[in-house]
Each structure stands twice: as C-alpha cells, then as structure tokens.
C-alpha cells in the first residue's frame, strides 16, 4: 500500500458526459501528479500540482481540468467525454516539488469506461 | 524528442530463466533512471533507481545498471519467479524549471510460467 488512495475505482459512463476522479495524496506530500494509462498512449504524464498550484502540464487535452485543495487532495475533471478517453488514471504524490530528487508514490488508480 | 523505448512485449519465461528487458532513453543531460512494476489490479510500483552515470539499481533479485554511453539501463534477474509476472515499465525523471515529471516507456509485460 501505497498511502495514495484514488477514489472510485471503476466509472463507467457514456460519451459527452462529466466525470471527477479524486486523489488524496501520501501524508505530508505536498506533491500530486496525474497519469493516463491507455492502450495506444501507454503512461502519459498530464498534470502536476504542488502545494495548490499548478506546476508542470503535460499532454493534457483541454477538456480536462484538475486542482488541488487546501488540504491536498486532488481532482481530475474530464468533460466532454470520448470514446478514446477510456483509460485507466493513475495518481501520485511525492514530498516536494522542487528540482531535488522526490520519489513518487502511485495509487492504484481509477478504471473509466466511456461507452 | 525526449522518449524511453522498452524491449517490446509479451515476454514468457520459464521460473528461474534470466531475465532481460532492454530500455534505452532519449533525454538531455543525464537524468534519473527508474523501473516501475505493475502487478494486475495494482497501481506503480518503483522497483528501482539510478540517479547518475555507471550506478547499479538493484531489488528483489532486479538489477539494471546506468550506462551513460549507451543510453541504457536495461532491466536484469538472474533467476524469475511466478510472482514477478507483471508489466514492468521503464521511466526517467524530466525537470523543467523546478518542475518534475516521468516519462514512461510503453511497458513488457512479462510473464513466467511454473
């Protein structure tokens, strides 16, 4: 076990819907980062919040959004949903946020279905 | 571009064959090198790290050395065990103003047979 727990699990849902997926990060990391993990793309990076502000943006289309609370946890909204959307979304935090080498610890992540 | 490109899968091995999963990166400078395993139904796991030139990672039995001069830092075990199948991805750390991400090769899924 991690410390990174991502809530739901599973999310089936149709085309043009909105989904939330949350994360909340390992105690005391101030760190959060958002993958994608899909057949095609394999394990993207899409975003990474440190300390509530937004630090690197990776392949991120800009149907997604996420952000990070006061109290560290994370949500990834996905709007607009597609087909090719389906993926499994993986979360991760990590102590720091600066240049200095910080170990990242990956939840077990969220399956979407778009049907 | 930047890029890691992993040996491709399925790979089947036999319990206590030797294992090598090749990984090679693109990057510049020399960055931090990572193995990742993914058991089914389990999130990322960090196997093991180098973070500079010619240093031996090493974990449950994997190894996987930096070779600055070959790009590589393929993966090895000399003797695999059922409970190793799972997807094992190769990572490096990229840093961008203070900012740090992993970019992941496209994972070899291996499986080892009794």
């Known amino acids: 076990d991690s410390g990174v727990t991502q809530t739901p699990k599973h999310l089936i849902t149709a085309t043009g819907q909105r989904v939330t997926l949350r994360c909340s990060p390992r105690s005391g990391d101030l760190s959060v980062y958002w993958y994608q993990q899909s057949l095609d793309q394999g394990l993207q990076f899409l975003i990474q919040y440190y300390n509530g502000e937004e630090r690197a943006k990776g392949n991120i289309l800009e149907r997604f959004s996420a952000q990070q609370f006061p109290d560290l946890h994370s949500e990834l909204n996905l709007s607009s949903l597609e087909l090719g959307d389906s993926a499994l979304y993986f979360c991760?935090?990590?102590?720091?946020?600066?240049?200095?080498?910080?170990?990242?610890?990956f939840g077990p992540g969220t399956r979407l279905t778009v049907l | 571009g930047n890029s890691v490109t992993q040996m491709e899968g399925p790979v089947t091995l036999s319990e206590e064959a030797f294992l090598t999963i090749n990984c090679t990166y693109t990057a510049t400078g020399y960055p931090s090198l990572f193995w990742y395993v993914q058991y089914p139904g389990e999130g990322l796991q960090l196997l093991l790290k180098a973070t500079k030139a010619d240093d031996k990672g090493s974990n449950k039995g994997f190894e996987a050395t930096y070779r600055k001069e070959t790009t590589s830092f393929h993966l090895e075990k000399g003797s695999v065990q059922v409970s190793d199948s799972a997807v094992y991805f190769c990572a490096y750390r990229s840093e961008i103003q203070g900012a740090q991400k992993l970019v992941f090769g496209q994972g070899t899924r291996l499986t080892i047979n009794p």
């Open positions: 991760a935090s990590s102590p720091g946020g600066s240049a200095s080498y910080n170990e990242q610890f």
